[in-house]
Nanobody
Framework: QVQFVESGGGLVQPGGSLTLSCTAS????????VGWYRQVPGSQRSLVAQILSGGTVIIAPSVRGRFNIGRDYAKKSVFLRMNNLKPEDTAVYYC???????????WGQGTQVTVAS
């Protein structure tokens, strides 16, 4: 069974940086569409960044210029690099992956990111 596991969450001060990692139990992660989503209580889960199987990157407008997504092939993981963090970035961040648009996402358990002084 395919699994996606997030790590790297925590508490960071405004203006700080944090890198989340999503490790997948798959043979070839490059064939997967992998996205990072976030959710705050009372709101729907929203897409933050996504990397497609061909390497195309999609970044949500709210984090463009501050967040970056990429693959670490050696570690079979996808990272989310977050810079200049703001209190409104506080959320539970989820990693999800699928082999194509016709498939459902497989979700990780989530990792909490808190931006506060």
């Amino acid at each position: 069974q395919v699994q996606f596991v997030e790590s790297g969450g925590g508490l960071v001060q405004p203006g700080g940086s944090l890198t989340l990692s999503c490790t997948a139990s798959v043979e070839n992660l490059s064939t997967y569409i992998v996205g990072w989503y976030r959710q705050v209580p009372g709101s729907q889960r929203s897409l933050v960044a996504q990397i497609l199987s061909g390497g195309t990157v999609i970044i949500a407008p709210s984090v463009r210029g501050r967040f970056n997504i990429g693959r670490d092939y050696a570690k079979k993981s996808v990272f989310l690099r977050m810079n200049n963090l703001k209190p409104e970035d506080t959320a539970v961040y989820y990693c999800a992956g699928r082999q194509g648009l016709e498939y459902e996402n497989t979700w990780g358990q989530g990792t909490q990111v808190t931006v506060a002084s």
